[in-house]
């Protein structure tokens, strides 16, 4: 399995490596460092909606409107799209599916070197709106035209960003599929793979088959911008005082249906990655198998199908026809429903488990009351009556981040501390764990939760001074402070995860690092930690059995891995 | 370390696995070109000045002929495989490169059709028909020229693999192959819905 | 193998002819003045879609495919479907307010009474 030939280079084996592993760290390194940036930047914001106007402490400057919507679009674009999708699919998912199959690396190695350089160089794109004159993108992530075809420089680079990322993540998941379809393990069929690698084998689908209309609609929007055709620009538009010297006859309305088309199965691939990964976390602290694995699969199948038509609940405020609202009400509602039974699922696997509350397991378990919470504050989105008040007000934005920050993110935490020791051979701190998850959910609800009453209450989106000109917004404009303290507790919070990190890694490894140190049952506790080079396995596994075997009758151990030709070990 | 089924099918599936790669590429290829196909029909509903905006400027002629090069370039790109999987190398070149010359001729065409419209003061932002022609075939030509890019290496430099692995290369030229019938299906579409509706 | 190679090959002819026929066909129909505007579109269309078969099914082999293909391939096309065929919906009334706007037309909103006084 494994090949010994010529050394490598530094570069061919850390920089330009074609091992999924390494691609894999690389991607989360990145990822990482864009989501510690994407939420700085919120930080400036939060200063600017608790003391609006007043000047920023130790810079001295004050956030101007501009700058405060440049900031709010690139908050959302690089969360978004440099942080929690390259996170869960190029980082999670490059590491450890071929690991979760029994495979010695992904089905194009090269194009996996190809996919996260095109990130990288998107990643750089985008940021390089902020040095432009004009600053960097500021029409909102949405980049609704015509707004978005009249800003500034910062609004080409963004798109021509886009095209990189999306790039990006077409290699990236057509990689995954084809790994996932052709190089499993004899023994390893359709329903005996790992929840984790039916999650991500649905979300590549999502991102292969709706990411090319955003293509289609970037494409056009650099074509507005730059060669000064119309196809958003409608005729007869003023901007500023004069008319413009389109031609006309284009539809905004045409690039909000090309980018939900996308955006929607986006928010798709956001979650089910991280459900993914909350599942086998939580079969593995309960020592039970999940419960309902088909309905599990078949939900998360039925999920990917449906999310690819309901993208118009997004754009209920357009002008749509009763006919129209109606189709999308009703799939709206349709697809909370695998949504729930997954939720479920998760939460009955936890009754009658042998609970470990390790620090993994607390951020997954955390997960599920939150991503609860997240969707079922998507219902009265959804239906067409109710979102004529909620909507682009701040119930939207606590919506949305109750699914991906203590949702998402949280798995994502739950995610690294799990499978640390797999990939450097060291158990991350428990203590400073805890405090981490402890204070980092205290927090999160101290931000997002006052932003349901302010929704409520009417208060808009994007707004620079936070509501403070609305007369409907005054009795809620208290909660400012309050939510922008939580926010920066919330940054100090991650003090003690970067911490840990930095302890952990430098501390000196053991002789030979346990293999499956939370006696988990799945095939990447199979190999070696960290998993050798090229090849991950020391001879090829196969699979015996079901994935979650855990407390099986009339067996001495509580797990039987998948992997173990003798079940009860 | 060896990726399994490179060139060997998978029992169950049946592809190697750059097929079922290429496949998946394609697929995306489709939902791009299905979202330029949308807008373009969005745009010409909800403009009922559509009728004046020029179509009439197009050369159907050379557009057909156009179209009558490009199907060619397929069916040589295929005998190209053929000949590979009978062994013949000196026929797979004369497909290759008569593939390629038809590639060059959809672009020369391509861009005699341009500049004519250059020199007429047609541009893309002159009105939205302009736009979506242009946009629309300029990305079907982007790809062509990805197309020629590809085909090029393997009637060149990359024909050396047919000493070393005469399968795996025979299965690039496949996987091309699919790629170029792809673009040709492409302009299937664009012909008639640009130039005839 | 060799007789099945030829046996292709006769079928790659036919189908080149069949492409180059039906070239022909759908410029010659582009001539003709339909009663119904959708007719000739509709034509069109499936002139179009009648090649691309074509091409699909036996240059690109997808006759000789297992399942696997297909089943990605209906995806695509349910969506591409739904990416097609939304304009028209949208365009047509059913999915959108009607072009009607009552006060371009002279009429005026009848004004709401909150609080059952006027402000």
């Known amino acids: 399995m494994t ?70 679009a690139m908050h959302g674009t690089i969360m978004i799209f440099l942080g929690v999708v390259p996170v869960v699919v190029g980082a999670f998912g490059n590491y450890l599916v071929p690991l979760q199959i029994g495979a010695c690396d992904m089905a194009f190695p090269k194009l996996n070197m190809a996919s996260y350089w095109s990130y990288f160089v998107g990643g750089i794109v985008m940021l390089m709106g902020f040095v432009l004159p004009g600053g960097a993108a500021s029409s909102g992530w949405t980049s609704y035209p015509p707004l978005s075809v009249v800003a500034t420089t910062g609004q080409t680079v963004w798109l021509i960003g886009m095209v990189f990322l999306i790039t990006s993540s077409l290699l990236g998941s057509m990689n995954i599929i084809v790994t996932v379809v052709q190089l499993r393990a004899p023994g390893l069929t359709w329903m005996r793979l790992p929840f984790f690698v039916w999650a991500q084998f649905v979300t590549s689908f999502l991102l292969v088959l709706a990411f090319p209309p955003l293509e289609a609609a970037a494409i056009f929007q650099l074509m507005d911008r730059l060669a000064f055709t119309s196809f958003f620009m409608p005729s007869g538009l003023i901007v500023g005082g004069a008319t413009t010297a389109y031609a006309g006859g ?86 909370s429903v695998p949504s729930v039974v997954i939720l479920s699922c998760l939460f009955i696997s936890l009754w009658g488990g042998s609970i470990r509350f390790n620090t993994p397991m607390l951020f997954a378990l955390s997960f599920l009351p939150m991503f609860g919470l997240g969707g079922l504050t998507g219902l009265p989105l959804g239906l067409p009556l109710s979102d004529i008040h909620l909507h682009d007000t701040y119930y939207v934005i606590s919506h949305f981040h109750y699914v991906v920050a203590p949702g998402t993110i949280f798995a ?37 939760f006052p932003m349901l009453i302010q929704g409520l209450a009417g208060v808009s989106r994007r707004l620079a001074d936070g509501g403070e000109s609305y007369a409907h917004a005054q009795s809620v404009i208290h909660y400012n402070e309050f939510m922008s303290m ?56 196969v699979a015996y059995r079901g994935p979650y075997e855990y407390s099986v009758p009339d067996h001495k151990n509580d797990f039987s891995p998948q992997f173990d030709k003798l079940g009860d070990k | 370390m060896k990726i399994p089924y490179n060139e060997e099918l998978r029992p169950d599936t049946g592809l190697y696995n750059a097929k079922l790669g290429i496949w998946l590429f394609l697929a995306s290829e489709v939902m791009l070109f299905g979202g330029l196909f949308s807008a373009y029909i969005m745009l010409r509903l909800s403009d009922p000045n559509w009728a004046n905006y020029g ?143 | 193998m060799s007789n099945d190679m030829n046996h292709h090959i006769k079928i790659y002819r036919n189908v080149f002819i069949g492409l180059l026929f039906l070239t022909g066909l759908t410029v010659g129909a582009s001539y003709i003045h339909f009663d119904v505007l959708w007719v000739g579109i509709a034509l069109g269309l499936a002139i179009a879609f009648v090649k691309g078969f074509l091409v699909a099914a036996n240059f690109m082999h997808l006759n000789d495919e297992k399942s696997f293909i297909y089943l990605t391939l209906c995806m695509t096309v349910v969506f591409f479907l ?23 037309n002279g009429e005026v909103y009848k004004e709401i009474d909150y609080h059952g006084d006027h402000h």
């Not at chain 2, 001729?105 to 059709?113: A, Q, S």
Request: glycine share 8%; net charge positive.
């Open chain 3, 82 to 104: 739904v990416l097609f065929f939304m304009p028209t919906l949208w365009h047509n009334d059913l999915l959108k307010t009607p072009n009607h706007i009552p006060i371009q």
């Open chain 1, 250 to 335: 284009g539809s905004p309305l045409l690039w909000q249906h090309l980018f939900w088309f996308l955006a929607h199965p986006e928010v798709y691939v956001l979650i089910l990655p991280a459900l993914g990964v909350v599942g086998e976390i939580i079969s593995n602290n309960t020592r039970r198998p999940l419960w309902g694995y088909k309905s599990l699969v078949y939900s998360v199948i039925f999920l990917g199908f449906m999310s690819f038509i309901v993208w118009a609940h997004h754009m209920f405020l357009t002008g749509m026809g009763q006919g129209m609202s109606m189709f999308f009400a009703v799939t709206t509602m349709i697809i």
């Open chain 2, 55 to 197: 179509q009439s400027a197009l050369n159907v002629p050379l557009a057909t002929l156009n179209t009558a090069v490009l199907i060619s370039s397929s069916v040589t790109m295929v005998m190209s495989w053929v000949s590979l999987k009978l062994n013949d190398l000196k026929k797979y070149k004369f497909y290759m490169g008569l593939t390629l010359l038809c590639s060059f001729g959809f672009l020369i065409i391509k861009y005699i059709e341009y500049t004519s419209k250059f020199d007429h003061g047609l541009y893309p932002s002159t009105n939205n028909f302009l736009a979506v022609y242009f946009t629309l075939t300029g990305l079907h030509g982007l790809h062509v020229i990805g197309g020629i890019l590809v085909n090029g290496y393997f009637f060149g430099p990359g024909i050396k693999m047919w000493n070393t692995e005469p399968e795996r290369f025979t299965n690039r030229i496949e996987v091309a192959g699919l790629y170029w019938h792809f673009v040709d299906l492409v302009w299937i579409f664009l012909f008639p819905a640009l130039y005839l509706l």
């Open chain 1, 412 to 448: 994502i935490f739950a995610g690294i501390y799990y499978w640390f020791p797999k990939i450097t051979g060291k158990k991350l701190n428990g203590v400073l764990g805890k405090i981490h998850f402890l204070f980092s959910f205290i927090f999160m609800n101290g931000i997002f």
């Open chain 1, 3 to 72: 090949d010994s030939h010529h050394e490598e280079s530094f570069w061919r084996k850390y920089i330009f490596s074609i091992d999924h592993k390494v691609i894999g760290i690389q991607y989360g390194i990145t990822s990482l460092l864009f989501l510690l940036f994407g939420f700085s930047l919120m930080l400036v914001m939060r200063w600017q909606l608790a003391y609006p106007d007043q000047p920023l402490p130790l810079l001295g400057l004050r956030l101007s409107p501009d700058m405060y919507n440049s900031f709010g």
């Open chain 1, 486 to 541: 939580s926010a920066w507790l919330l940054g100090l919070a991650q003090l003690p995860f970067i911490l840990n990190i930095i302890l952990t890694l430098i501390k000196k490894k053991d002789k030979v690092a346990d293999p499956n140190p939370w006696n988990a049952t799945t095939m990447e506790w199979a190999c070696p930690s960290p998993p050798i080079g090229h090849g991950n396995f020391e001879t090829e596994p």
